[in-house]
């Protein structure tokens, strides 16, 4: 049986991260990895309101490693996955 859209990636949701200020995150997915070198998570944090995370010029790898490091636990937080309906649960 195919792989369905529930094993795609989530939608955004909103991440509390002490001293930055309201951010959204969402689960990687394949593409962010395979595109974003070293800083695929970037691809995958922005601004509450929905602007880029890094302003213009800014790169992620002039990021203090304690907010990047913040950033990607948050990315990376575990999200359980839900099997499909009528799916063998193992």
Do not use: F, H
């Amino acid at each position: 049986m195919p792989i369905g859209t529930e094993y795609l990636g989530d939608g955004w949701r909103d991440a509390d991260i002490e001293g930055l200020p309201p951010l959204q995150v969402r689960r990687p997915v394949m593409r962010d990895i395979a595109a974003g070198g070293q800083y695929w998570w970037i691809a995958c944090v922005r601004c509450a309101d929905g602007t880029p995370l890094l302003a213009e010029g800014v790169a992620a790898a002039d990021l203090c490693v304690e907010v990047g490091n913040a950033i990607i636990a948050e990315v990376m937080k575990e999200r359980p996955i839900q099997a499909p309906k009528g799916a063998s649960g193992g």
